[in-house]
């Protein structure tokens, strides 16, 4: 063999250096989230599922003010369903994206797949259901960004689903991961919240009394579209920046996990461990 072929350049070193880089920082950003997510999910279980199990729904609305109302079946239904989908999503999602499991069991990733669009398009239609029936407690601006949200999940949904059935695998891939993020804009407003209560030491930006201002409208919108916006400059920068374009969009990366890491550390000992 032509010892040609063994010889990597300076330069092919440097992209290949850059490329690690960035998908190191993407996978640490990855594992940051999906903890953080499945600390929120097991939150869930625990607070609504344990007060259900003991049938104390009344528990229910220690959180939301609107949880449980005697009599409204269809109501409370909706609730229910919105909860237990919001853990199926939070726990079942992230395996989609771990190679491993994608390649050594196709199967499972086929209907985990189906299971997590199925999922997803519920929770946002019954969220939407909740919204239009009964309002949120960030009022009408919150009530049209976070609709917004769920028509995002829907479309995003869709979208994810007749790409794999059309086999384009890189568009299904790309609808994928902004599904994963837009799924995940109410526990983004959360973390977000609550560093911001963390790096400021009590409420920024918004009336604690009513639940309004401007930051809390901030967040509603910036709760999908600050990741959207974040992951099509990835998307960008993996496909046709230089080195140094790799390199700065990690170290920014980088700095954004440990933000989100100290939004979650804040939200779990600030908000979910208080309540169970
Ligand atoms: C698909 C991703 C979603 C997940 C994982 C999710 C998760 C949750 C969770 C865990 C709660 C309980 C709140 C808490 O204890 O902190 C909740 C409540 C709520 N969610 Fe969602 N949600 C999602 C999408 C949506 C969407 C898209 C909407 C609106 C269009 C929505 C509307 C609501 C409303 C209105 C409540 C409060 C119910 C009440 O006070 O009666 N959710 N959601």
Redesign the pocket.
């Known amino acids: 063999m032509n010892s040609k072929h063994h010889y990597i350049s300076i330069s092919q070193r440097k992209t290949i250096f850059s490329n690690k880089t960035l998908s190191s920082a993407a996978a640490i950003w990855f594992v940051t989230a999906v903890l953080g997510?499945w600390i929120?999910?097991f939150?869930?279980a625990a607070?609504?599922g344990g007060a259900a199990i003991n049938g104390d729904f009344m528990k229910?609305?220690r959180?939301?003010?609107?949880?449980?109302i005697e009599g409204d079946t269809i109501?409370n239904m909706a609730?229910a369903i919105?909860?237990l989908?919001?853990?199926i999503?939070?726990i079942g999602g992230p395996l989609q994206f771990i190679p491993q499991i994608r390649n050594r069991f196709p199967a499972f990733h086929r209907w985990n797949g189906k299971l997590y669009l199925v999922?997803?398009f519920i929770?946002?239609?019954?969220?939407?259901?909740?919204?239009l029936t009964?309002?949120?407690?960030t009022g009408i601006t919150g009530?049209i960004s976070?609709?917004?949200?769920?028509?995002?999940?829907m479309l995003f949904a869709l979208l994810a689903w007749r790409m794999a059935v059309v086999r384009k695998f890189k568009a299904h891939e790309r609808w994928v991961l902004r599904l994963f993020l837009?799924?995940?804009?109410?526990?983004f407003f959360?973390i977000g919240l609550m560093l911001s209560f963390l790096l400021n030491g009590g409420p920024f930006g918004f009336d604690p009394e009513t639940f309004r201002g401007p930051f809390i409208t901030f967040l509603g919108i910036g709760q999908y579209m600050i990741p959207l916006l974040i992951l099509e400059l990835y998307f960008f920068t993996k496909d046709r920046t230089s080195n140094f374009g790799k390199l700065t969009m990690a170290t920014a990366l980088f700095v954004m996990t440990i933000f989100m890491g100290l939004g979650v550390f804040a939200a779990t000992t600030g908000?979910?461990l208080p309540?169970l």
Do not use: C, E
Not at 63 to 68: E, I, K, T
Not at 123 to 131: D, E, L, P, Q, T
Not at 146 to 153: A, E, P, Q, R, T
């Open positions: 997510q929120f999910a939150y869930v607070f609504y229910w609305n959180v939301l003010p609107h949880g449980y109501g609730v919105h909860l989908f919001a853990i999503i939070m999922t997803a929770a946002s239609f019954s969220g939407i259901y909740m919204v009964k309002g949120t407690i009530d976070v609709s917004f949200n769920g028509l995002l999940i837009v799924v995940n804009g109410v526990w959360r908000m979910w309540r």
